[in-house]
């Protein structure tokens, strides 16, 4: 599934590069991938793992589910966004010289041929797949008698009531289709008059897409079931096709914040708006007829570029429960988390023994390898129980529904303590769980702020002001991942749990700058964002090049979701014309291009696309500065939102990072290397044994928690 991720607007030539004695520009469009296209390579690699047959069957499907998923945030963001600069002409090009028009073409191009993929993948290998291990997604007319009548009795008494034929003629105008709703396009014919005329067809968010069948673990979806029940809803009319369709929208809010008198209801307004975005995708079942197509297309004001045709079931994504099914022989084998031996020594119910314990030296933990209620929500729950903390800051950018650590902090607040919660109105998606919660919190007298305006908080910390026997002390959690415990089972990502007194206070600086006026720009150790983080990284980045000797030619690793920013991936470039080793495990975009002579000789890229989402970050300089925290390289971490990065300073800590970076190169399973086209190619084993890194380190956590239990 690699592409060479350039632009039919900016040819790109390598090999002019490299070709006179003069040092390459390092502005050169040439040396750059595309974001947008790099993120479609990045999806290409999920799917990629669900076409795999050494994958659990139930997982392949998952994998799928959330190719389909990622494609439809894409479209509602990205392709939006870039829809909306080809509207206000806008004709500035990204620093791969590719403009708004040339990289929606280039899209399109490149999606096309992965979702003819996914379905072949779905209903060639999964489906069959399934059915011969007893998991059947079946259409109407593969059904018995007795399932047949089941699945009649279902229609009428849950189905038929919901649904709302709306008919299209000069008297009702094409209805608004919401976003992301599948429907029927309904061709009928009046027996009296023999007038043919049209109706659109919801297919209800609110039912289940899958229906299950009596008799097997079996299913059909609700779109055929709605299909075969068609004369029910026209009666009088002869039904003569029907086919499947699905609108994509602009989903991406617009807030003026610098007018908005109140940011909650300002987002509140935008979310009621979000549903009625400007279509931006088209997808119809692969039969539908040019007529049918034709009066979709003109009622949506869309073109052919921007529709897709699928074989077969429309919006995979609805699969996800599936591949929840109760069949452990489907599945991968679970990795239950660990609790870290420091933890599991000291007594659950000690809040006094927990804070003994940080204050004993500081404590990294890996998720979901190490438990995330037995360490972050205990820290939050010991918090707002211990009788001496006297008070509790924390971001909140995503977190679940039902989320304990919340609870805490309203138990908190109702017991008299200090509790601040920066709640992230603006994080995508997450945006109406968050109101929900800010509204939660200030009921129960919780302090609740939304951020600076024109930034995000995406920073992952918390703060813990404690009264202890030798005086206030403050206790800090800095992560790579957001306080989601449903996350937390399926991203792997960091936290630091530190009593370090400079951390303590530059994490105090930090909530005075977002709660406050504080104007902070310097902190003691940490590197925020946008405060000064670009510079540090710069400087960082400088100190290795001037080190570097043929000899000892200087280190960055970096492990990282996504490196877009172009300024950083020139220091990049020139740190390896300095001859500077340079490895680098980027989860999804990429916009450096590695193995260029005499540019980027010495950087090797991977991409692990596993069984977990790769989510934390690392940041490694020379063999001793290591750094963990919340941002990728790209010109919104760096530029527009709070991020925090976070020193690793002790040596036996800094050993555990530097062995994941290690294992996460090393891996021949679930990684991908990224070439100099811009191409991804699947890391293979080469004759020695498979090496997979996420197993790996789920083994080595529950090898120091037995340990552990065997000191104790």
């Known amino acids: ?256 914040e610098e007018e908005a008198e109140d940011l909650l209801m300002a987002v509140e307004a935008e979310l009621r708006k979000r549903r009625r975005g400007a279509a931006v995708r088209l997808e119809v079942a692969a039969d539908m007829p040019h007529r049918v197509l034709r009066l979709l297309q003109d009622e949506l004001d869309l073109d052919d570029v921007d529709t897709y045709h699928v074989t077969g079931l429309l919006a995979p994504g609805d699969l996800a429960p599936l591949a929840r099914l109760d069949r452990p022989d489907l599945r991968y084998e679970p990795w239950p988390p660990v609790t870290p031996p420091r933890l599991a020594a000291a007594p659950q119910r000690s809040s006094a023994a927990l804070f003994a314990e940080i204050r004993r030296g500081d404590l990294l933990v890996h998720h979901p390898y190490e438990s995330f209620t037995n360490t972050v929500e205990r820290f939050v729950a010991a918090a707002s129980e211990d009788p001496d903390v006297l008070a509790i800051k924390q971001t909140l950018y995503r977190t679940s529904g039902d989320s304990p650590i919340v609870q805490a902090l309203i138990r908190a607040a109702e017991r008299g303590k200090q509790v601040v919660a920066l709640v992230e109105l603006k994080a995508r998606f997450d945006e109406a769980v968050n109101i929900g919660w800010a509204r939660a919190l200030e009921k129960a007298g919780v302090h609740v702020v939304y951020g600076l305006v024109g930034l995000k908080t995406h920073a992952k910390t918390t703060l813990v002001v404690r009264r202890d026997a030798d005086g206030i002390r403050r206790y800090v959690h800095l992560g790579t991942g957001n306080y989601h415990q449903r996350n937390a089972r399926s991203y792997t990502d960091l936290g630091l749990f530190t009593a370090d007194a400079a951390l303590g206070a530059d994490v105090t600086d930090l909530f005075n700058y977002l709660t406050g006026y504080a104007r902070q720009d310097a902190y003691r150790e940490l590197l925020v964002a946008p405060a000064s983080l670009r510079g540090q990284l710069i400087a960082l980045i400088h100190h290795q090049i001037d080190v570097a000797t043929p000899e000892r030619p200087g280190l960055i690793r970096a492990k990282l979701n996504a490196l877009v920013d172009p300024t950083l991936i020139a220091e990049l470039y020139r740190a390896s014309q300095a001859g500077v080793r340079i490895d680098l495990v ?127």
């Open 586 to 712: 980027v989860r999804g975009i990429c916009g450096l291009r590695p193995g260029i002579p005499g540019v980027s000789e010495t950087v090797r890229v991977r991409s692990v696309v596993g069984r977990l989402l790769e989510h934390s970050r690392i940041l490694q300089f020379g063999e001793d500065g290591l750094w963990i925290g919340s941002p990728d390289w790209m010109p919104r971490n760096l530029d527009r939102r709070v991020e925090a990065l976070a020193p690793v300073c002790d040596p036996a800590l800094r050993g555990e990072l530097v062995e994941i970076l290690d294992v996460m190169l090393a891996d021949t399973v679930q990684a991908w290397k990224l070439h100099a086209d811009g191409s991804w190619e699947r890391v293979r084993p080469d004759g020695a044994a498979p090496f997979d890194a996420q197993a790996h380190l789920a083994r080595r956590a529950r090898e120091r928690a037995e340990a552990g239990k065997a000191r104790g």
């Open 1 to 256: 599934m690699g592409s060479s991720g350039t632009d039919t607007d900016a040819a790109v030539d390598l090999d002019g590069l490299t070709g006179g004695p003069a040092p390459p520009d390092l502005d050169d469009p040439a040396l750059y991938l595309n974001r947008e296209l790099s993120w479609l390579e990045f999806n290409s690699r999920v799917l990629s793992t669900a076409m795999r047959t050494d994958v659990p069957l139930l997982e392949r499907v998952r994998f799928l589910s959330i190719f389909a998923r990622n494609l439809d945030e894409f479209f509602m963001v990205r392709v939006a966004g870039l829809k909306r600069q080809v509207v206000a002409h806008v004709t500035a090009r990204t620093a791969d010289g590719q403009s708004p028009a040339g990289q929606l073409a280039r899209i399109a191009e490149q999606v096309t041929p992965t979702i003819t993929a996914a379905a072949a993948c779905l209903h060639d290998e999964l489906l069959p797949a399934l059915q011969r291990r007893g998991v059947a997604l079946r259409s109407m007319t593969d059904l018995g008698a007795a399932q047949r009548s089941a699945v009649d009795a279902y229609f009428e008494e849950e189905v038929f009531p919901v649904l709302t034929p709306l008919a299209v003629d000069p008297g009702h105008p094409f209805p608004y289709i919401s976003n992301l709703s599948l429907s029927l396009a309904v061709t009928v014919r009046d027996v009296a008059t023999g007038e043919r005329h049209f109706a659109r067809l919801k297919v209800p968010g609110v039912l289940p897409r899958l229906v299950p069948l009596i008799g097997e673990t079996g299913y059909v979806p609700l779109e055929d079931v709605i299909a075969a029940h068609l004369p029910r809803l026209f009666p009088g009319m002869e039904v003569l096709e029907s086919f499947a369709f699905r609108v994509t929208r602009n989903a991406d809010l617009e807030i003026e």
